[in-house]
């Protein structure tokens, strides 16, 4: 038996448990509530995606009203499931752990903790002030003990002590351990609750270590906690996480002089320390204690082969030592004496470097803050990362610590020309928002919004060179997005806030980020000074958001402003798309004579314009009109017109919109049959972009059509996999859909 044929087993008893109970179906939700299991995780069970762990498996299949003969094949066709899949062979094996430290000492007994703790699954916190190792020290030992965990090891940097104050959301930690398990965007809950519900159900019975790196509360840990073996590191002591959730504090101390100079010794060699003398205890005393102070002093040494260590304290007693009894406070004499003996280019960079807002760095903008040419940005990366004073993170992108990203940011504001300093965040901000128009453009094919002036001189944008590439980019740096456009805000630059906020708003909106879509909307709606278009294009995104959450009275009030600021800057393309977005609210309160006025004067303001997309875009949508109001002739020839105009085009999502349309007119005209291998070409082009809402539209239509046709196993199934999505996407529609599985939602 195969994952699919127990899932079939699995429905099958569940069909028979309904009809027991007078045809009242457990929805995925009780069986939740009674196994342990997430709906969300029940989903992927029943539909042969996922094959149950071993781990509460028994109390499922009880709960479907196994006999005890059934329970005892089913157990068994799981286990021979598991056995011709190979060992975890169908699932995702994750290996996130950050680069193995160079060197650990004087940490034997923390490390024997580590062991004794997480091999019984207790969460374990690492307190320590800044710079004390951590990081070192938990990257150290889950690198010395990944053969224990052979199904994986998820990490992440929860950043919550970074230079932006913001760290990372506990919702967006999940989302990346769910990817890194291939859970697909179009079943990735909405919910923090259920992402965290569907982690454990997948993390259930496997041998997996989490680590979560820096983390800023218990609040944003507990989420993440899922029973498996858990290592957290924080500046504070998560004293939540010990009294509620059982971890256990290993408090980590600064070294002593003796492990301290044994650090030193690994990193230059025995000879040359011993050849320093008292230099060398004079520059471990300097480094107060810390492991990453002294890891920067070594850095630099190990790029002076020839350099006496006495010279080096020298240099050292010259830059002062801060002596305060604060390690975070002396270790900053450190980054000075450092930072101090950087080549011009490196120095600079730095800098400005403090001016950015998140916590990785890319070559491009590394060009752009400093505006040099790409290479010779890509060179002075290099030689921070070669004292320390930057990290590589991988993919060609470079992150600091956080105390080194706090000194850089003083140097940019006590150090940096006042009039240099603003010309590189100038130059960031223009560096954002020309790569992220040119994102967008990759993303969509067709930007509906007015063109931008070239960029700033200096500037080095970053052009994604397909909807993939964009797609990565913006992931990339969507941490950066809410910050920067707060303190953009706050610092004057309203036309480039709103502009950001504009460009990222269709990835957002795919990718089913509607409450940061919300925020970053409201940021720049709040950024007074926007033109007039600027603030229409806005409120006509902000409209589009609040509807997605379900508050379309909200939506028709921005809706109207928007109308009314596109009217008086006689800006014709943003009337027509307001007008498309005011023809969706519309429709969905029924008003479908309304609604197709409104896309008509859509229409009207895109042939004005020569605007073909936006001529697309009304075609399909006055054909919904037409087909929701039985006029299914004119209906059938505008989505044609439509359809010609996508596939010219080259727009895969005007495609997949247009071809559930022509789906439903055909439904409605009496062939369903005419209309199923429409809704599957829709659902099959949906898929490819990641589009998740309308993928569920387009299954929910695909059911009424088999129901239609009168094959109602095949209209069930395509209700299932349409509920599944709206559920996780805690979409307001999901009920109809329940309601059409049955009073109950048996789903």
Not at 212 to 235: F, I, K, M, W
């Given at each position: 038996?195969?994952?699919?044929?127990?899932?079939?087993?699995?429905?099958?008893?569940r069909?028979?448990?309904?009809?027991?109970?007078?045809?009242?179906?457990?929805?995925?939700r009780?069986?939740?509530?009674?196994?342990?299991?997430?709906?969300?995780?029940?989903?992927?069970?029943?539909?042969?995606?996922?094959?149950?762990?071993?781990?509460?498996?028994?109390?499922?299949i009880?709960?479907?009203?196994a006999?005890?003969?059934?329970?005892?094949?089913?157990?068994?066709a799981?286990?021979?499931?598991?056995?011709?899949?190979?060992?975890?062979?169908?699932?995702?094996?994750?290996?996130?752990?950050?680069?193995?430290?160079?060197?650990?000492?004087?940490?034997?007994?923390?490390?024997?903790?580590?062991?004794?703790?997480?091999?019984?699954?207790?969460?374990?916190?690492?307190?320590?002030?800044?710079?004390?190792?951590k990081?070192?020290?938990?990257?150290?030992?889950?690198?010395?003990?990944?053969?224990?965990?052979?199904?994986?090891?998820?990490?992440?940097?929860?950043r919550?002590?970074?230079?932006?104050?913001r760290?990372?959301?506990?919702?967006?930690?999940?989302?990346?351990?769910?990817?890194?398990?291939?859970?697909?965007?179009?079943?990735?809950?909405?919910?923090?609750?259920?992402?965290?519900?569907?982690?454990?159900?997948?993390?259930?019975g496997?041998?997996m270590?989490?680590?979560?790196?820096?983390?800023?509360?218990?609040?944003?840990?507990?989420?993440?906690?899922?029973g498996?073996?858990?290592?957290v590191?924080?500046?504070?002591?998560?004293?939540?996480?010990?009294?509620?959730d059982?971890a256990?504090?290993?408090?980590?101390?600064?070294?002593?002089?003796?492990?301290?100079r044994?650090?030193?010794?690994?990193?230059?060699?025995?000879?040359?320390?011993?050849?320093?003398?008292?230099?060398?205890?004079?520059?471990?005393?300097?480094?107060a204690?810390?492991?990453?102070?002294?890891?920067?002093?070594?850095?630099?040494?190990?790029?002076?082969p020839?350099?006496?260590l006495?010279?080096?304290?020298?240099?050292?007693?010259?830059?002062?030592?801060?002596?305060?009894?604060?390690?975070?406070?002396?270790?900053?004499?450190?980054?000075?004496?450092?930072?101090?003996?950087?080549?011009?280019p490196?120095?600079?960079?730095?800098?400005?470097?403090?001016l950015?807002?998140?916590?990785?760095l890319?070559?491009?903008?590394?060009?752009?803050?400093?505006?040099?040419?790409?290479?010779?940005?890509?060179?002075?990366?290099?030689?921070?990362?070669?004292?320390?004073l930057?990290?590589?993170?991988?993919?060609g992108?470079?992150?600091?610590?956080?105390?080194?990203?706090?000194?850089?940011?003083d140097?940019?504001?006590?150090?940096?020309?006042?009039?240099?300093?603003?010309?590189?965040?100038?130059?960031?901000?223009?560096?954002?928002v020309?790569?992220?128009?040119?994102?967008?453009?990759?993303?969509t094919?067709?930007?509906?919004?007015?063109?931008?002036?070239?960029?700033?001189?200096?500037?080095?944008?970053?052009r994604?060179?397909?909807?993939?590439?964009a797609?990565?980019?913006f992931?990339?740096?969507?941490?950066?997005?809410?910050?920067?456009?707060?303190r953009?805000?706050?610092a004057?630059?309203?036309?480039?806030?709103?502009?950001?906020?504009?460009?990222?708003?269709?990835?957002?909106?795919?990718?089913?980020?509607w409450?940061?879509?919300?925020?970053?909307?409201?940021?720049a709606?709040g950024?007074?000074?926007?033109?007039?278009?600027?603030e229409?294009?806005l409120?006509c995104?902000?409209?589009?958001?609040l509807?997605?959450?379900?508050?379309?009275?909200?939506?028709?009030?921005?809706?109207?402003?928007?109308?009314?600021?596109?009217?008086?800057?006689g800006?014709?393309?943003?009337?027509?798309?307001?007008?498309?977005?005011?023809?969706?609210?519309?429709?969905?309160?029924?008003?479908?004579?309304?609604?197709?006025?409104?896309?008509?004067s859509?229409?009207?303001?895109?042939r004005?314009?020569?605007?073909?997309?936006?001529?697309?875009?009304?075609?399909?949508?006055i054909?919904?009109?037409?087909?929701?109001?039985g006029?299914?002739?004119?209906?059938?020839?505008?989505?044609?017109?439509?359809?010609?105009?996508?596939?010219?085009?080259?727009?895969?999502?005007?495609?997949?919109?247009?071809l559930?349309?022509?789906?439903?007119?055909?439904?409605?005209?009496?062939?369903?049959a005419?209309?199923?291998?429409?809704?599957?070409?829709?659902i099959?082009?949906?898929?490819?972009?990641?589009?998740?809402?309308?993928e569920?539209?387009?299954l929910e239509?695909?059911?009424?059509?088999?129901?239609?046709?009168?094959?109602?196993?095949?209209?069930?199934?395509?209700?299932?996999?349409?509920?599944?999505?709206l559920?996780?996407?805690?979409?307001?529609?999901?009920?109809?859909?329940?309601?059409?599985?049955?009073?109950?939602?048996?789903?």
């Amino acid at each position: 038996m195969e994952a699919n044929d127990l899932a079939r087993a699995l429905r099958q008893l569940r069909r028979r448990e309904a009809q027991r109970r007078g045809g009242r179906m457990l929805t995925y939700r009780e069986l939740a509530a009674k196994t342990g299991y997430s709906h969300s995780a029940i989903g992927l069970y029943l539909s042969g995606r996922v094959l149950p762990p071993v781990d509460r498996f028994d109390a499922l299949i009880q709960v479907l009203g196994a006999t005890p003969a059934e329970q005892s094949a089913l157990a068994t066709a799981r286990d021979e499931a598991e056995e011709r899949r190979g060992p975890r062979g169908a699932e995702p094996v994750p290996r996130q752990l950050p680069p193995a430290p160079f060197a650990l000492v004087g940490r034997e007994a923390e490390l024997r903790s580590l062991d004794r703790v997480l091999r019984g699954g207790r969460p374990l916190v690492i307190t320590g002030t800044a710079g004390v190792g951590k990081s070192v020290l938990a990257a150290f030992w889950a690198h010395r003990a990944a053969a224990r965990f052979p199904d994986g090891q998820l990490y992440v940097d929860l950043r919550g002590f970074a230079p932006s104050g913001r760290p990372m959301a506990s919702a967006d930690a999940l989302r990346g351990f769910l990817a890194a398990l291939d859970v697909p965007a179009q079943r990735m809950p909405a919910d923090v609750a259920g992402r965290a519900a569907l982690l454990r159900s997948l993390v259930a019975g496997r041998r997996m270590l989490i680590l979560l790196d820096n983390a800023a509360t218990a609040e944003q840990v507990r989420p993440l906690l899922t029973g498996s073996p858990t290592l957290v590191t924080s500046r504070d002591r998560l004293a939540g996480l010990a009294a509620i959730d059982g971890a256990e504090p290993l408090p980590l101390d600064l070294l002593d002089a003796a492990r301290s100079r044994e650090l030193l010794v690994l990193h230059l060699g025995a000879e040359r320390v011993a050849a320093a003398g008292p230099a060398a205890d004079a520059i471990v005393a300097r480094c107060a204690g810390l492991p990453l102070a002294l890891s920067i002093v070594a850095a630099r040494a190990a790029v002076a082969p020839g350099l006496p260590l006495a010279e080096l304290d020298r240099e050292m007693r010259d830059t002062g030592r801060l002596d305060t009894g604060d390690p975070a406070s002396d270790v900053r004499a450190v980054f000075s004496w450092s930072y101090e003996r950087l080549s011009p280019p490196a120095a600079r960079l730095f800098r400005l470097a403090g001016l950015h807002p998140g916590p990785e760095l890319s070559p491009p903008m590394a060009a752009s803050l400093t505006a040099v040419a790409a290479a010779q940005a890509r060179e002075a990366l290099g030689e921070l990362a070669r004292t320390h004073l930057l990290r590589e993170q991988g993919a060609g992108r470079y992150g600091a610590h956080d105390l080194l990203g706090a000194y850089a940011r003083d140097l940019a504001g006590t150090t940096e020309p006042a009039d240099g300093r603003d010309a590189a965040y100038a130059r960031m901000l223009d560096h954002y928002v020309h790569s992220s128009r040119a994102a967008a453009q990759a993303l969509t094919l067709h930007w509906p919004s007015a063109p931008l002036p070239e960029p700033l001189p200096g500037v080095t944008p970053e052009r994604p060179a397909d909807r993939e590439a964009a797609q990565a980019w913006f992931a990339a740096e969507q941490p950066h997005l809410l910050p920067l456009l707060e303190r953009a805000a706050a610092a004057g630059h309203h036309e480039r806030v709103w502009q950001l906020a504009e460009a990222w708003g269709s990835f957002l909106d795919w990718s089913g980020r509607w409450p940061e879509w919300l925020a970053a909307l409201e940021i720049a709606l709040g950024s007074v000074g926007a033109a007039e278009a600027g603030e229409a294009a806005l409120r006509c995104d902000l409209a589009r958001a609040l509807l997605r959450m379900g508050r379309r009275d909200e939506a028709y009030v921005q809706l109207r402003l928007a109308i009314d600021r596109y009217e008086r800057a006689g800006h014709r393309t943003g009337l027509a798309r307001t007008y498309r977005n005011l023809g969706i609210c519309l429709e969905e309160d029924g008003r479908y004579a309304e609604a197709r006025d409104a896309i008509r004067s859509a229409l009207e303001h895109s042939r004005a314009t020569g605007d073909v997309p936006g001529q697309a875009n009304a075609l399909n949508g006055i054909g919904w009109c037409h087909a929701q109001l039985g006029d299914h002739a004119p209906a059938l020839d505008s989505c044609t017109r439509a359809l010609a105009l996508f596939t010219e085009l080259g727009d895969r999502h005007g495609q997949a919109s247009t071809l559930d349309t022509i789906g439903y007119v055909h439904h409605l005209s009496g062939d369903p049959a005419g209309a199923l291998p429409r809704y599957r070409e829709a659902i099959d082009r949906y898929r490819e972009l990641g589009v998740r809402l309308g993928e569920a539209e387009s299954l929910e239509h695909l059911g009424d059509a088999h129901q239609a046709a009168g094959a109602d196993d095949e209209a069930r199934a395509a209700w299932r996999a349409a509920l599944a999505i709206l559920d996780d996407l805690a979409d307001r529609h999901a009920a109809a859909v329940r309601a059409k599985l049955g009073r109950d939602g048996g789903a």
